[in-house]
Nanobody
Framework: QLQLVQSGGGLVQPGGSLRLSCAAS????????IAWFRQAPGKEREGVSC????????DYADSVKGRFTVSRDAARNTVYLQMNSLKPEDAGDYYC?????????????????????WGNGTPVTVSS
């Protein structure tokens, strides 16, 4: 069984930074791609970023390109989302999910991940 444990959320002022972590445990944890999603109150869940199991494929939502960076550690079992220049519209609950790839590329569609492996979420608040 795969377990995803998240940390790093909190309150920051506009223009500030946060780093989220998603730690995967299990015998095959290093074989999964990891994607990040966020959901603001009353809004649909949207894809933010993803990274393949090897780290060779990454993707970002247009709204966060140039501000967010996704990476994973050498053992490939912890994925980070570095968020810089945060805006109020970045606020919401952030979730990580584990899955595979399509043509060696990670996937930023929540429906692709189904109900199998999701973290419990961590809140991000951006306010002055």
């Amino acid at each position: 069984q795969l377990q995803l444990v998240q940390s790093g959320g909190g309150l920051v002022q506009p223009g500030g930074s946060l780093r989220l972590s998603c730690a995967a445990s299990g015998i095959t944890a290093h074989l999964y791609s990891i994607a990040w999603f966020r959901q603001a109150p009353g809004k649909e869940r949207e894809g933010v970023s993803c990274i393949s199991e090897s780290g060779s494929s990454v993707d970002y939502a247009d709204s966060v390109k140039g501000r967010f960076t996704v990476s994973r550690d050498a053992a490939r079992n912890t994925v980070y989302l570095q968020m810089n220049s945060l805006k109020p519209e970045d606020a919401g609950d952030y979730y990580c999910a584990a899955g595979g790839t399509i043509q060696n590329k990670c996937v930023l569609d929540a429906s692709y991940y189904g109900m199998d492996y999701w973290g419990n979420g961590t809140p991000v608040t951006v306010s002055s």
